[in-house]
């Protein structure tokens, strides 16, 4: 009977000692700000059901990060940025939505529910992406960075860029509306 406590006593320790020992995240992360890369079509207060609020975003290849100049084009075949679309209701503050095919229309480049991806087009990268209003009610859409996109990135040799930015126009990433 000491023997079956000494090893269920010890157990838990002999498992932490079976962890990785470097977890650390690999690549290399390179951030920097340029606002106004994401534009609401046809900007408004409020909506009718039915609409579709157009969102294009264009980042050019060549960039300057402060310390050197960047082509996006050698690092990057495609950027994205996510989208978070929430509603009030009488009852929570927020229910965040999802969007799919039968919410979302992609004009340009491609989607993944509410990441958009931008896909090279010249010297840019480009996306306009439409987001069905079927419902009424008030709604927040919030943008964060357009980042590069690779999900299935494996091993640490890599540079991910990330571009904070905002809706031009707004001066803002959030953007609150109704639809009637």
């Known amino acids: 009977m000491k023997k079956i406590a000494l090893i269920l006593f010890l157990f838990p320790f002999l498992l932490a000692t079976q962890c ?8 290399r992360y390179v951030e920097w700000q340029i606002p106004n890369l994401i534009s609401i079509e046809n900007q408004q207060t409020t909506y009718t059901v039915g609409d579709v609020l157009w ?12 310390n050197a100049a960047i082509d996006l084009f050698s690092f990057d075949t495609k950027l994205s940025y996510y989208i978070d ?17 039968n919410t979302s229309v992609v004009e340009q480049g491609e989607a993944e529910s509410n990441t958009v991806i931008l896909t090279p087009e010249n010297d840019t990268f480009k996306s306009k992406f439409g987001i069905k209003l079927l ?8 943008v964060y960075n357009i980042a590069s996109y690779n999900p299935n990135q494996v ?24 639809v009637q």
């Not at 419902?135 to 919030?142: I, K, P, Q, V």
């Not at 091993?155 to 930015?165: I, K």
Request: glycine share 6%; proline share 1%.
């Open 55 to 66: 969102l294009s975003a264009i980042v050019d290849r060549n960039q300057n990060n402060g």
């Open 20 to 27: 990785d020992e470097d977890e650390r995240p690999c690549g």
């Open 85 to 101: 679309l929430k509603k009030s209701s009488v009852y929570n503050t927020f229910f965040y939505l999802y969007l799919n095919d």
């Open 155 to 178: 091993g640490c040799n890599f540079t991910r860029h990330s571009l904070v930015t905002d809706f031009s126009e707004l001066e803002s990433n959030t953007f609150t509306f109704e």
């Open 135 to 142: 419902e009424s009610g008030t709604y927040t859409l919030t």
